[in-house]
Every structure is written in C-alpha cells, then in structure tokens.
C-alpha cells in the first residue's frame, strides 16, 4: 500500500516537473499507438464495411478469421513481425527492426483485427431496409456507404477507442521490435516492465499511472467527438 | 455535428503524424551508425550501460541499440547475424561460438562473482557451510538445498546465470528438474530476485544486479567467495565475413571502448555511491587465469 502511495506521488512529481524522460516516453507512445491506431483505422472501417455490405462465398469463414484476430496475442504478432524484418529477414532490407516504424507496424497488426472486427458488426447491426431506402432514394453506391458509415459512427468511435486501447497497453510486440532503446524506441509500457525488473516498483507504478491517464485523456476527447460535442 | 467528427478525426491524424515525423527527423541516425548490442539483463537492470553508452555514443556518433535478453538469446542473436556485438558471461558457449565461427576478438572486460541469496532465516541452513570447506562450498549449499526440500528458483531462460546454475547442480550430482521444490521462472535476473523474495526462496544471482535491488527484496547472501562462482564478462564482435550486414567498424569501435581506460575506470566506479561497493570489477587485458580460475 505504501509503495501505491509512493508511486503515486513519484507519478504526480513527474508529472508536475516535466521530467524530460518521462515527457519523451510518454509522447512516443502516444505517437506510436496513435499513428497504428490511425493506419488500423482506415483498414479497419473499409475493410469490416466491405466485408459487411458485400455478399460473397466464404463470407462466415472470413468473419470469424476476422473475429479470431480480435485476440491475437501481441507476443506472437511480435515474434512474427521481428522475424519478417529482421536482418537476414525477407524485409530485411527495409532496415527496420528495433525503430519506431516497427512498432507502428506491429501495433497496426494488432488493432486492425479489432477496429474491423467492430466496424463489420456496426454495419451489420444496421436495418437491412436502410440501405434499399438510401438506393431508391437514389444515393450513388459511394454515398450509400459513405451513410451507412455516418450513421454506424457510434460504434465505430467505440472500434477506435477498442483498437487504441489495444495498442496503447500492449507491451509484448513493443519490446521485441522496438527493443525499449533508452530515448529511441522505450514507450510506456515496454519502460514498466524495465523498471519492474530493476526492483524500481514506485518508479513502474508511477509510469502505469502515467499511461492510464494518457488512455483516458485520449478516450475522453474520442468520446467527447463520439457525443457530438466540440473539443475544446 | 457530422462535421465535427471528421474535423476531429482529421485533427487527430494530422497531429499523429507531425509527432511521428518530429520524432525521426530529432532521432534517427544513418544507418551504419546503428550499433546492434545484445546483452545479459545484468548490464541493463544494474544500470550499468546507462552510465557507459551516452559517454560512448557522445564520443564516436554512434547509436547503440541495447537488446537486453539472456546471454544466450543473445548469442543466438549473434549466430543469426542479427547483432553486431555481444556483452555476455556464458564462457563455456561462447568459446564454442568463436570456435564456430560466429565471433571474432573475444576480450575479458569485467567480473564480478554469483552469490547463492536466500530468505534470512535460511531454511536449509546453507550459511553454516564454512569457508574452510573451499571449493566446494557453492555445490554443497545445493546439496543442502535439495535435500532441505527449501524453494529454488532458476532463471531458466538459458542465461549465464542459468548456465552457470545447472552446471553446479551437475557437481552436487543431483537433476533439479521436475522436483517439487524447484521452480523455474523464464525471466531475467531482476525479476527473478523479486520473485524469490516475495517467496522466500532461493536462488542464484549475479552479485550486481543484487545490490542494485537489495533493498527491496528481503533476501540476504548467504554463500560467496567460492572461486567456482566467478562470473565473467566478454565482450565478443560479431564475425562480418560471415554475414556481411553486420556493421563490423561500429562493433569494433564499441568493443574497443568498453576495453579503453575511459570505459573501465567508469566500470571501477560504478555503483559505490549508490550501493556502497562496486557491482562490476574491470578487467579489460588480463587473462582469465589472473582472476583465480
């Protein structure tokens, strides 16, 4: 209890001081998870609007693919992202094992799965008589879905929020691509687990303090856009 | 209100972006300048090359990428070519990965000891073992171990630490695995530590990374000075003749400076102000012999 106080505390002073390492890490991880959970996005909504709007053979075998992937571990994600590029690698050549661009390329895996996963049952959930309504109104196919996103954004905001959320907590793909270099690839998550292993408990609770406010603050001005308001 | 969604989400794109571009253009070096180091948890969790690699980098312009792992992850990193330099203490493989080809200029760069630690009531009653016993002290605090039936943790990851473990349980003559009373955790040095204080149990443990934790673990050291408990560290480059994208100047650079006067009078000094004694004792130039093996 006292080492939750004393976290806390070390949490709020470094918070207060601006302390140049944590500022560091704590924005990484916002760009890191923010830029794949914005990659995830564009995937996410067009694939999971494909997949429900159009009728093709294998439709529920590919759903539930799309739903397995919802779960999948970030470690596995990980291991097979590390050995897609590392070196010797067939991407290889991209030289891009241990930098940030991996890690938004591992995270990008991960969220796509879920923002898909809750953008297909968002477009599904919708009345089947909306989208002949829109056609006979005569919509192009384009605007068609174009309101059919408009009218899912609810639970598509909500496949954000669960792809975000995803991400920004991950820590198994995080430390094996980006390898938690010290000012260079560390992120929140990947540096809890450092100072964990240092026997820095206040140090790691701090940082975990630190991360579920920044979820929040995010969550916040997503849900603020989600409920129509202006974020000010 | 529609409206206001796709500006907020094209705010938030834009934003994203802009501090994913700041971050390269501040950060990223040329490529050559990337040293790969794959390394114990011992050095990083003791904090060790957060000391050593800013004074090496500021020196020589280079980036070195720390991947912290066991010391035989990280040779296989190595065999792999998908490091340049190694910083480990797993002697007995490492001998067998330049042997095989894998590394070239293996130097001596530092030492410190293992240390059997355990809870202070010391269940087994391993702290009774004298001195006078000599060698043989860390293999009978085992066999005391064992046959105490007291809790005992190996890293088991296949570290030099974990190396160096099952080859004192093959002296005591005794095959740990499946008993009751040894428990493996798959993780490093300083989680290991914690795991065993929060249960009262044994383990083996270099001597830095239990200094840098002490004070949160409630364990004490129970057996050292035994010669068979040395633990060296080599630094080893990576052979580029076998695979040519290893950055074969930079592995060399790093190596030469861990091995310089800079470098190990900082080792020397590293550690006394915070935890009273040094962690690691430099070495760089003398042979294994000198240390007493």
């Given at each position: 209890m006292e080492l939750i106080l004393e976290g806390v505390r070390k949490a709020c002073a470094l918070i207060a001081s601006f302390d140049p390492e944590v500022l560091g890490i704590t924005l990484l991880s916002l760009k890191i998870s923010g830029l794949a959970t914005l990659i995830s996005l564009f995937v996410g909504v067009s694939g999971g609007t494909a997949v429900a709007l159009i009728k093709f053979p294998g439709k529920k075998l590919v759903i539930s693919l799309i739903n397995t992937g919802m779960g999948l571990p970030p470690v596995v994600v990980g291991l097979f992202v590390t050995v897609l590029i590392w070196r010797n690698g067939p991407f290889g050549f991209l030289e891009i094992l241990y930098t940030p661009a991996a890690m938004v390329i591992a995270q990008a895996i991960i969220a796509t799965p879920i923002v898909t996963g809750i953008?297909?049952?968002?477009?599904?959930?919708?009345?089947?008589?909306?989208?002949l309504q829109i056609m006979s109104l005569g919509a192009t196919r384009l605007q068609m879905v174009w309101i059919m996103i408009?009218?899912?954004?609810?639970?598509?905001?909500?496949?954000?929020?669960?792809?975000?959320?995803?991400?920004?907590?991950?820590?198994?793909?995080?430390?094996?691509?980006?390898?938690n270099i010290k000012g260079y690839s560390r992120v929140l998550t990947t540096a809890t687990v450092m100072e964990t292993s240092r026997g820095n408990f206040d140090m790691a609770i701090a940082l975990g303090i630190i991360l579920l406010l920044l979820a929040f603050c995010v969550n916040l001005l997503l849900t603020r856009i989600q409920q129509g308001q202006i974020p000010r | 209100m529609?409206?206001?969604?796709?500006?907020?989400?094209?705010v938030f794109a834009i934003t994203a972006m802009l501090f994913f571009t700041n971050s390269n253009n501040?950060?990223?070096?040329?490529?050559?300048?990337?040293?790969?180091?794959?390394?114990?948890?011992?050095t990083q969790d003791s904090g060790l090359l957060d000391v050593l690699l800013p004074v090496f980098e500021k020196k020589t312009g280079y980036f070195v990428k720390t991947i912290a792992v066991g010391s035989g992850q990280a040779m296989a990193m190595g065999q792999k070519g998908e490091a340049d330099v190694l910083l480990v203490h797993f002697p007995d493989a490492e001998r067998k990965f330049i042997a095989e080809g894998f590394?070239?200029?293996?130097?001596?760069?530092?030492?410190?000891?293992?240390?059997?630690?355990?809870?202070?009531?010391?269940?087994?009653?391993?702290?009774?073992?004298?001195?006078?016993?000599?060698?043989?002290m860390a293999v009978e605090s085992l066999i005391k171990i064992g046959s105490s039936g007291a809790l005992f943790l190996?890293?088991?990851?296949?570290?030099?630490?974990?190396?160096?473990?099952?080859?004192?349980?093959?002296?005591?003559?005794?095959?740990?695995?499946?008993?009751?009373?040894?428990?493996?955790?798959?993780?490093?040095?300083?989680?290991?530590?914690?795991?065993?204080?929060?249960?009262?149990?044994?383990?083996?443990?270099?001597?830095?990374?239990?200094?840098?934790?002490?004070?949160?673990?409630?364990?004490?050291?129970?057996?050292?000075?035994?010669?068979?408990?040395?633990n060296v560290y080599h630094v080893i480059e990576v052979n580029s003749g076998r695979w040519p994208k290893v950055n074969a100047a930079g592995a060399k650079a790093f190596a030469d400076f861990m091995a310089s006067g800079e470098a190990q009078a900082l080792i020397k000094n590293f550690g006394i102000n915070k935890f009273g004694s040094p962690l690691f004792f430099p070495d760089a130039g003398k042979k294994l012999e000198d240390l007493g093996t």
């Amino acid at each position: 209890m006292e080492l939750i106080l004393e976290g806390v505390r070390k949490a709020c002073a470094l918070i207060a001081s601006f302390d140049p390492e944590v500022l560091g890490i704590t924005l990484l991880s916002l760009k890191i998870s923010g830029l794949a959970t914005l990659i995830s996005l564009f995937v996410g909504v067009s694939g999971g609007t494909a997949v429900a709007l159009i009728k093709f053979p294998g439709k529920k075998l590919v759903i539930s693919l799309i739903n397995t992937g919802m779960g999948l571990p970030p470690v596995v994600v990980g291991l097979f992202v590390t050995v897609l590029i590392w070196r010797n690698g067939p991407f290889g050549f991209l030289e891009i094992l241990y930098t940030p661009a991996a890690m938004v390329i591992a995270q990008a895996i991960i969220a796509t799965p879920i923002v898909t996963g809750i953008s297909l049952a968002a477009i599904q959930q919708l009345p089947e008589n909306l989208r002949l309504q829109i056609m006979s109104l005569g919509a192009t196919r384009l605007q068609m879905v174009w309101i059919m996103i408009k009218e899912a954004r609810l639970p598509l905001l909500a496949a954000v929020m669960a792809g975000f959320g995803g991400v920004i907590s991950e820590v198994g793909a995080s430390i094996m691509v980006g390898g938690n270099i010290k000012g260079y690839s560390r992120v929140l998550t990947t540096a809890t687990v450092m100072e964990t292993s240092r026997g820095n408990f206040d140090m790691a609770i701090a940082l975990g303090i630190i991360l579920l406010l920044l979820a929040f603050c995010v969550n916040l001005l997503l849900t603020r856009i989600q409920q129509g308001q202006i974020p000010r | 209100m529609k409206r206001v969604k796709i500006i907020g989400l094209i705010v938030f794109a834009i934003t994203a972006m802009l501090f994913f571009t700041n971050s390269n253009n501040g950060q990223a070096a040329p490529q050559q300048r990337n040293i790969i180091l794959a390394t114990t948890t011992s050095t990083q969790d003791s904090g060790l090359l957060d000391v050593l690699l800013p004074v090496f980098e500021k020196k020589t312009g280079y980036f070195v990428k720390t991947i912290a792992v066991g010391s035989g992850q990280a040779m296989a990193m190595g065999q792999k070519g998908e490091a340049d330099v190694l910083l480990v203490h797993f002697p007995d493989a490492e001998r067998k990965f330049i042997a095989e080809g894998f590394g070239i200029n293996r130097r001596l760069i530092m030492h410190n000891d293992f240390i059997v630690v355990g809870p202070v009531h010391d269940p087994a009653n391993i702290k009774s073992i004298k001195s006078a016993e000599g060698k043989k002290m860390a293999v009978e605090s085992l066999i005391k171990i064992g046959s105490s039936g007291a809790l005992f943790l190996s890293r088991g990851d296949n570290s030099g630490t974990h190396a160096q473990e099952k080859k004192l349980w093959k002296a005591a003559e005794i095959n740990p695995d499946g008993q009751k009373w040894y428990q493996q955790t798959g993780l490093g040095m300083g989680h290991t530590l914690s795991i065993a204080g929060e249960k009262k149990a044994y383990t083996l443990a270099d001597r830095g990374t239990y200094l840098a934790m002490k004070k949160n673990l409630g364990l004490d050291i129970l057996v050292e000075g035994d010669a068979v408990l040395l633990n060296v560290y080599h630094v080893i480059e990576v052979n580029s003749g076998r695979w040519p994208k290893v950055n074969a100047a930079g592995a060399k650079a790093f190596a030469d400076f861990m091995a310089s006067g800079e470098a190990q009078a900082l080792i020397k000094n590293f550690g006394i102000n915070k935890f009273g004694s040094p962690l690691f004792f430099p070495d760089a130039g003398k042979k294994l012999e000198d240390l007493g093996t």
